[in-house]
Nanobody, 121 residues
Framework: QVQLVESGGGSVQAGGSLSLSCAAS????????MAWFRQAPGKEREGVAR????????YYADSVKGRFTISQDNAKNTVYLQMNSLKPEDTAMYYC??????????????WGQGTQVTVSS
């Protein structure tokens, strides 16, 4: 069983920055990919960014390219999401996920509890 513990998030004004962290534990065979998803009220959950802990490959949603950066510290089993130039439309509950690759998509098998990000205009 993979466990994911998120931290960070909060409230910020538009143009500001926030950083999220996700500490992972458990079997590495279920942590072939690590990803951040988000879900805004009334909307479907969407993938934001994903990374291969082994190879470092990174992928981003078009809506966050150039503003968000996913990174990892394998020694700490932690994945980060640095969010810059935040917009009100980035407001959502952000979830860390661990899973397996299906082509270049991260199929999430385990989820964190979520952390709220609120961006005010």
């Amino acid at each position: 069983q993979v466990q994911l513990v998120e931290s960070g998030g909060g409230s910020v004004q538009a143009g500001g920055s926030l950083s999220l962290s996700c500490a992972a534990s458990g079997p590495t065979n279920w942590r072939k990919c690590m990803a951040w998803f988000r879900q805004a009220p009334g909307k479907e959950r969407e993938g934001v960014a994903r990374i291969s802990p082994t190879y470092g490959n990174k992928y981003y949603a078009d809506s966050v390219k150039g503003r968000f950066t996913i990174s990892q510290d394998n020694a700490k089993n932690t994945v980060y999401l640095q969010m810059n130039s935040l917009k009100p439309e980035d407001t959502a509950m952000y979830y860390c996920a661990a899973g397996i690759w299906v082509d270049v998509t991260c199929e999430a098998k385990f989820w964190g509890q979520g952390t709220q990000v609120t961006v005010s205009s």
